[in-house]
């Protein structure tokens, strides 16, 4: 199979393109640093790196069109992670959450539209943060709770030309965004665990993919009771 990553230099991305290329598979790994993609590419015939901003549409669209090859599956991954402070919100600060986290991803969607061709599997990494309102998240979890309704919305508008969207909502997975939290980080997964559980359930096409499992079937039920109780609860668990 061919499959390009984005976010390839670091975390998910990075293991993500070295265990499908120790799998055989053709892999373009995506990213701004030079010298995590070069180290990528040593000693991995399989993978050809491509520099990319997200944030850049030109970008996007440039680095698109010099592919080697077109991919069957289209990984966009690139993410960062920023938190407010004491409710104090930063404009500057939403916005470059936004720029990556929204609209890095919808810059790669346009940007692939001349290469979509039926049968082609586009996977999106958002996050359980998106589904259940989370203190110091507001610019996160604004973040990614935009793409994973732009992309669900997309998948009703792709149904007829039969390309898959598939959603990624991990919770913690042990990566250098998550090695700056200060805070204690429940059924944190190893990147490697997560890498496995999102190729598997990328094998099996699946449109919805919730990892770890456990930790993130807990939030999603939180996230359907009414939504004082859900506020009491965080609040409870978390600022307290
Ligand atoms: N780790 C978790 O617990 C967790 C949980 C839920 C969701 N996620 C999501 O999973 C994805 C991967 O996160 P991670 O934990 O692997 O983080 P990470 O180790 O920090 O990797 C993030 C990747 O995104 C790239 N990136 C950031 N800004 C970019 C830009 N403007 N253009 C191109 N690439 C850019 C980074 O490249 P540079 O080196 O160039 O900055 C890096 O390769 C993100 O979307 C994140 O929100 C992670």
Redesign the pocket.
Known sequence: MNILV?????????QLVLDYARQGHQVIA????PS?LAALEAGNPQVHSIA????KLADCKMAFSQLPFVPDLWVF?????EYIDEGELDSALVRRVM???FF?VVHCVEAMMPYLKEGQHVAV?????GELALPRAEA?GAS?AAISYLIKSLALDWHRRGVLLSLV??????????DKNDFS?PM?IS?QEASQQIRQHLSARRRFIYLPKRFTTFLRLVALLPYGWQQKLVQRWILN
């Open positions: 984005t976010g390839a230099t670091s975390g998910i991305g990075q995506c990213g701004r640093n995590a990319l901003d997200v944030t991954n690139a993410g960062v992670c720029d990556v986290n890095g990494v958002s996050s359980i943060a996160y990614k909502m991990p919770g913690f997975v042990a990566t250098p965004l998550t980080m944190m990147v």
